[in-house]
């Protein structure tokens, strides 16, 4: 067996040459833990599930269908269809490696991943020809992403987050051994500028990386980029790094007329956008843009795959690319508008049906997140609903209908103290179908 297998025979059977000893050898020696299978239990169907194994698996879709109308209190929209896609899964696909520059590795969906950066380039307002992505795991991996990015850019600078910020920023920032500082917030869920400007000003020596919430977990509160750069301005700071965590609202804000200061355009360096959100997917997934000069200070090559190392993981999922793709050919910018508005819609129409009820809920200015005193351990029995202190919440995701809502609202006043609400208001506007 010759040690060397040449480029054409590579090429086409995707193999690395360096690979052909050791597969060899396991060939012709394959390791004892491969005996080990021979002790496993001996099954009386080859091939096929035991039946009560089977049961398992239908009492567990019997039970996902059944909580599917209930799940509202968490960004996941569960109004999709991807059947086209799935004879996909039939293979071993892997996009590992950048997106940009192809792998060994060619049962990839590199193509339609970059078809899907392009759109979301398009979406945040990045620069042409100057940012690079790819599709993740979901958020966390975007904002450790991004804050990688930032660390390596200014390895002695502090990160400055919100206390409202998601619960993972500090694992990120823990495992990155990254100086940071926590921010108080105001009340409606945004930075404390007062506090943000203090806290920068006390360390204006050191670079400022500043995580900002394009629309927080539990309020869905956009911090003022104009005001975070303003006070950059105001204390002659010119270096500092910018990250968003646009989780949901990166798919709602460029679908309105009036949104905030939050993309690219508007002074940002890196970005995380979820796509099982309101995209909705079966699997998590999301995808992060970055300046392309921030990338390129971390890219390294590898032979074995040949891929340049510019992403967090090896193996990336290659299914998920598919998914987005597939959502954003389908429904196009007119679609999404027509989604994001429908959802907008339910979700004042949530605020005003708990105010005619007398329960003070609210949202913020382009959110699809309605706050709410907690509700009771009855209703969250019923209703999946995220609880934090002394709020909850209800996301009006595409799935989430005007019966729902009523119906929520509903099983909610009928639990609190009697008298403390009023009799159900006729306010449901004309149409109850979903926005499409």
């Not at 590579?10 to 193999?15: G, P």
């Not at 909705?280 to 190392?309: N, W």
């Not at 699809?368 to 002394?390: C, G, L, N, Q, Y």
């Amino acid at each position: 067996m010759p040690p060397y297998v040449g480029y054409p025979v590579a090429e086409k059977w995707n193999i690395h040459p360096s690979d052909v000893m050791l597969s060899t050898k396991t060939r012709l020696n394959p390791p004892s833990f491969l005996h080990g299978k021979a002790q496993m239990k001996p099954h009386q169907n080859p091939g096929h599930l035991p039946p009560a194994d089977r049961r398992r698996l239908e009492t567990l879709f019997d039970t996902f269908s059944e909580l599917e109308r209930v799940s509202i209190g968490y960004p996941c929209n569960q109004d999709w269809d991807y059947s086209e896609l799935y004879p996909f899964l039939s293979f071993v696909g892997n996009n590992i490696g950048d997106p940009y520059r192809g792998s060994n590795y060619r049962q990839n969906t590199h193509e339609f991943e970059r078809e899907v950066l392009a759109d979301f380039a398009e979406f945040t307002k990045a620069p042409p020809d100057n940012y690079w992505g790819y599709v993740t795991n979901g958020g966390t991996e975007g904002n450790m992403y991004g804050l990688y990015l930032a660390r390596e850019i200014h390895p002695e600078g502090i990160v400055y987050f919100s206390e409202d910020t998601h619960y993972s920023v500090a694992k990120i920032l823990r495992l990155q051994h990254t100086r940071n500082i926590m921010i108080k917030s105001r009340p409606d869920g945004e930075i404390d500028y007062d506090d943000l400007r203090e806290s920068i000003r006390l360390h204006r020596d050191v670079p400022p990386i500043v995580f900002a919430n394009i629309g927080t977990t539990m309020k869905g509160a956009v911090d003022n980029l104009d005001t975070i750069r303003g006070i950059m301005d105001d204390l002659a700071i010119s270096t500092y790094y910018l990250h968003a965590d646009a989780a949901l609202s990166g798919m709602i804000l460029p679908f309105v007329a009036d949104p905030q200061p939050w993309n690219f355009a508007d002074g940002i360096d890196s970005l995380s956008i979820s796509g099982h959100k309101l995209i909705g997917a079966p699997l998590p997934c999301g995808i992060v843009l970055a300046r392309k000069q921030h990338v390129e200070r971390v890219a390294r090559s590898v032979e074995y795959v040949g891929v340049l190392d510019t992403t967090l993981s090896g193996s990336r999922n290659a299914f998920t690319p598919l998914l987005l793709w597939y959502a954003l050919r389908k429904h196009g910018r007119e679609g999404f508008t027509a989604i994001v508005h429908g959802c907008l819609s339910r979700a004042e129409y949530a605020v005003q049906l708990f105010r005619e009820r007398g329960v003070e809920a609210w949202r913020n200015r382009n959110s699809v997140t309605v706050v709410f005193p907690r509700p009771s351990a009855e209703v969250m029995e019923k209703w999946i609903i995220a609880p934090h202190k002394d709020i909850g919440h209800l996301l009006t995701m595409p799935h989430v209908t005007y019966e729902i809502i009523e119906e929520f609202v509903d099983d909610y006043c009928q639990a609190l103290p009697p008298g403390a609400t009023k009799a159900r208001a006729k306010l449901r506007p004309k149409t109850t179908a979903r926005a499409r």
